[in-house]
């Protein structure tokens, strides 16, 4: 009876035993395709962040990468744009030096004392009297200085009668300018639209032209070589005006 108590004890335990392999088997294969299962997500997480990390420094996938190199394509560029306009800065700022100051924003402008001013009368400089519709006369302006000098603008145009009692300012046109730079013993005009007249009525016959240069209070006196005006000294739109230099 004990005996075979025993060997049905025995059985009992070599089945449960057998049982429990198989169960702890099992459990492993549902461990290891579980740990597979989840280990695959975190393997992308961190495939991820590998990639971002190998991208920042350069050498990272494509997909992570590409942001990477775009974001370090665009500080290059910024930091090539960056040494561009420092290099363009550092000429801007030699060249005034190499110029000696005469090309550069440090150049001042020309003033009346050294300036010389002349109707140009020769060749076709001269206008015509018998012009429909007004015609046209240049005033020189020639830096006679020994330094170079800016000029721009409306210079002021006074025309004067013989006794100096008939004074004429010249209204402006309405054209734009700019500066230009006169080195010693340059040259540049501006041009005086003129309506002339041959009556002897209703006419003004200048002496003298009082040529004021641009931002300058006093004038240079030169002999006025032609005919007569039409004088529309009280008139709201004259034939008679002023251009700008240049």
């Not at 461990?31 to 990639?51: E, L």
């Not at 402008?109 to 007004?134: Q, V, W, Y």
């Not at 004021?212 to 739109?237: F, I, K, Y």
Request: hydrophobic letters at 35%; proline letters at 5%; charged letters at 20%.
């Amino acid at each position: 009876m004990s005996a075979t108590t025993t060997r049905t004890v025995r059985r009992r335990t070599l089945r449960l035993a057998a049982a429990a392999l198989t169960a702890a088997a099992g459990l492993t294969l549902t461990a290891c395709s579980g740990s597979d299962a989840a280990g695959a997500k975190p393997a992308d997480r961190a495939d991820t962040g590998v990639a971002a990390d190998a991208g920042s420094s350069g050498a990272g996938g494509a997909g992570s990468s590409a942001g990477a190199q775009g974001s370090d394509a665009q500080a290059s560029s910024g930091a090539k744009a960056d040494g561009k306009a420092d290099a363009k800065a550092g000429t801007a700022a030699k060249k005034p030096g190499s110029a000696g100051g005469g090309s550069g924003s440090g150049v001042q402008r020309c003033h009346t004392s050294g300036l010389k001013a002349e109707f140009a009368t020769g060749g076709d400089a001269a206008p015509d009297p018998d012009a429909t519709g007004g015609t046209t006369t240049s005033i020189v302006l020639t830096n006679k200085g020994g330094s170079t000098c800016k000029i721009g603008g409306f210079p002021g145009v006074d025309l004067k009668s013989e006794n100096g009692g008939e004074r004429w300012s010249l209204a402006r046109s309405s054209k734009k300018f700019s500066s230009i730079t006169l080195n010693p013993g340059d040259s540049t005009d501006f041009t005086l639209n003129l309506a002339m007249t041959k009556e002897d009525k209703g006419f003004y016959q200048p002496a003298f032209a009082e040529v004021t240069p641009p931002n300058e209070t006093t004038a240079l006196t030169v002999e006025w070589p032609w005919g007569t005006l039409v004088d529309q000294r009280s008139a709201t739109h004259p034939g008679t005006f002023v251009n700008p230099i240049g």
